[in-house]
């Protein structure tokens, strides 16, 4: 059950009408170094931001153009209110138990010309900011639309950066890469700057209940400044967003850290978010699991009913000894159900003959691993629509507690993005459904994730990542070595995210390709690339009579407490991680194309208590290119204070568990 702890909450009017151009209204984080400024200048509403007492973000442009027009370009300001908030609450997974959510805040009233009023409300917290527009019922219930959103954000300089563009990238599978903000084309979000030296940025947006994804357009100013203008996921028609009533947009967000590790750390999205919806959450389990996946994306099985039929009754029962054996909570098997790649003709409600859920369902139970069921839709949201009741019902019967969905196809129902309102509300649907029947959702090919799992936490985990499946079938070679140590300032700061590590055998089906790491890189990446529902995506042969795995056995799938140590975009970072309910600590540590030595103070134990450490490194001759399997497994003595010392080989890495003795 969701507990929450308030500490603090104070408020204050300030009441009083400014028009025209005038003195801008100003709200600072609770320690000082974030400021909010917001006014009109010119008729037009706008906000800057600075950071430490310089310019961070120049005057920038809020507002919308409506079905009517334009609201926020003719305008006034009037009443502004402020409030603070302090207080503790506690997520029922995550990466850690405890969340702080400090902020200050200011709401501040626009009215246009016309009547039509706007509330934008700021949030200012010590590592960033997050606004929202409120636009109140003025069409007295009727339907309205949003033609574009005019949300600027105006860096006050060129900047590195870190994206995928929104063109011609499918479910946000796409490599980030670096460069000038001024030479990309629109990216999707999270956008990930190093702005200045120990100055870095992620912008995203948090609560996207009911609207458009974002994505944004940089433009260079003369004067130096870019220019992020906000380019809404548009339905067919063109419009960018329907709503009735009051309506509320998501946030628009920004993270500022001194380190680009300090990124990954903050909770600012989540705060951002509503608390659980879900009153009872004693049925949301995390936990390992494994599953016929990669056997199919490796040619070995497939999807489909035949002779080399994956999700056979027999070929799950097998996997489901293994779980037993090894500590996993579940088996995944997709194509268990009919109408394989045919949106049309799926079924979500019967089985393929040579499957029996039944009696799958029966024996996992009985070994204590549950089955995990898969939705492929081929984007025909629709359908999945008017079956889910009936088989999330039936799901629960049979004691399934989590499901896999999926939209592979460019358009949802052969019309409209996923990324826009109509995929918005869709995966919605979804999740609440499945919440009325205790399943626990991991979405594939998803909306880019916003926080949404503390609201509706059955929102377990999500694709929307070039994953690991690339490393099995990619024409052009698989993931580079870089990808995996660029995701965690990326798309990791989205949320979990399904990647599916732990891959121990790369044996190649396409010349060239194969996850380019070690063996001791893929084990690292089961810390690193955090998921509630973390996935071991090998096939069991491969992990038959491995001592690697004994790592991956041992190791949780939620926290009480996240540190990164050390970290660079693209080229190395540590994630340290306490489990909950225990005193065990883990550790990744991973890096790109080039060998390092990476130390990890201890600095996180308790005092006056000795530790074992057993590590999973490298071994001296360890190379992704030449010699990707061999790994040391070694145990020392460990306490408060000491160094840990790790080899990383080329696209190398490192996994360590200690405990107390």
């Known amino acids: 059950m969701l507990v929450v702890r308030i500490v603090i909450l104070v408020g204050f009017v300030m009441c009083g009408v400014i028009t025209g151009s005038a003195a801008d209204v100003k709200v600072s984080s609770p320690d000082g170094t974030v400021t909010v400024s917001a006014g009109v200048k010119n008729h037009k509403a706008y906000y800057m931001v600075s950071y430490q007492g310089r310019m961070l973000v120049a005057p920038s442009h809020l507002g919308f153009m409506l079905g009517h027009g334009e609201l926020g370009g003719n305008t006034k300001m009037g009443k502004v209110t402020r409030s603070s908030k302090d207080e503790t609450w506690i997520q029922p997974w995550g990466e850690n138990d405890i969340t702080r959510n400090q902020y200050n805040e200011m709401v501040v009233n626009f009215k246009e010309r016309s009547g039509q009023k706007m509330q934008v409300v700021f949030r200012v ?62 990216v999707c979000t999270p956008l990930t700057i190093e702005y200045e030296k120990n100055v870095y940025l992620a912008i995203h947006e948090a609560a996207l209940e009911d609207y458009a994804s974002i994505n944004l357009t940089p433009r260079i100013g003369n004067d130096g400044t870019v220019r992020l203008l906000t380019a809404l996921t548009p339905w067919r028609n063109g419009v960018k967003v329907y709503a009735k009533g009051e309506m509320k947009s998501p946030w628009r967000t920004m993270i500022i850290s001194s380190t680009a590790g300090g990124l990954l750390t903050s909770n600012l999205m989540l705060n951002l978010n509503e608390p659980s919806r879900i009153e009872d959450t004693s049925w949301i389990e995390p936990g390992r699991y494994i599953g016929i996946w990669w056997s199919i994306h490796k040619k070995q099985n497939t999807w489909e009913m035949g002779p080399t039929h994956g999700a056979t009754t027999q070929n799950v029962k097998r996997y489901m000894d293994f779980a037993a054996r090894h500590g996993f909570s579940g088996v995944l098997a997709e194509g268990w159900n009919p109408g394989w790649g045919q949106s049309e003709k799926i079924s979500y409600l ?21 089955f995990i069921g898969h939705t492929e839709t081929w984007g025909n949201a629709s359908l999945l629509e008017s079956q889910m009741e009936q088989a999330f019902s039936w799901f629960e019967k049979l004691g399934i507690r989590a499901v896999k969905t999926g939209y592979v196809g460019h358009y949802f129902d052969g019309k409209e993005l996923a990324k826009s309102q109509y995929g918005i509300r869709h995966y919605r649907r979804v999740i609440e459904c499945a919440a009325k029947h205790h399943i626990m959702i991991d979405n594939h ?9 503390r609201t509706l936490p059955n929102l377990m985990t999500q694709e929307g990542v070039r994953g690991q499946e690339y490393n099995a079938w990619d024409r052009r070679g698989g993931n580079p070595p870089s990808h995996t140590v660029t995701l965690p300032f990326t798309r990791g700061l989205a949320g979990p995210t ?5 891959i121990f055998n790369f044996s190649e089906i396409v010349k060239g390709t194969h996850p380019h790491s070690t063996l001791a890189k893929q084990l690292g990446e089961f810390v690193v690339i955090y998921s509630p529902l973390q996935m071991a995506a090998d096939a069991i042969e491969n992990y038959e009579g491995q001592p690697a795995l004994s790592f991956i056995e041992s190791c949780p799938t939620t926290w009480s407490r996240t540190l990164v140590p050390n970290g660079e975009i693209g080229k190395y970072i540590t994630t340290v991680r306490k489990e909950r309910h225990g005193d065990r600590w883990f550790i990744g540590s991973i890096t790109n194309e080039e060998a390092r030595h990476l130390d990890v103070e201890l600095d996180f134990l308790d005092d006056h208590a000795l530790y074992s450490a057993i590590i999973y490194e490298d071994g001296p001759n360890a190379d992704y290119e030449r010699n990707p399997y061999e790994m040391t497994i070694r145990q020392i003595d460990v306490k408060k204070g000491d160094t840990l010392h790790l080899n990383l080989a080329r696209s190398g890495g490192a996994a360590i568990r200690i405990e107390k003795k």
Not at 355 to 370: A, I, S, T
Not at 498 to 502: N, Q
């Open 498 to 502: 399904d990647f599916t590590p732990a």
């Open 350 to 370: 019967e089985s393929y003959p040579d499957f029996d859920m039944e009696e799958v369902c029966r024996y996992g139970q009985e070994k204590g691993v549950r």
């Open 445 to 453: 090919e998803p909306a880019m994730p916003t926080g949404l799992q």
């Open 125 to 186: 917290y010590n590592d960033g900011f997050g606004f929202r527009y409120i636009l109140q019922d003025n069409n007295k219930g009727k339907e309205f639309s949003i033609q574009d959103e005019l949300t600027e954000i105006t860096l006050a300089h060129d900047a590195k950066a870190w994206s995928i563009p929104t063109n011609h990238t499918e479910y946000f599978e796409g490599i980030y890469t670096a460069d000038l903000l001024s030479k990309k084309d629109t």
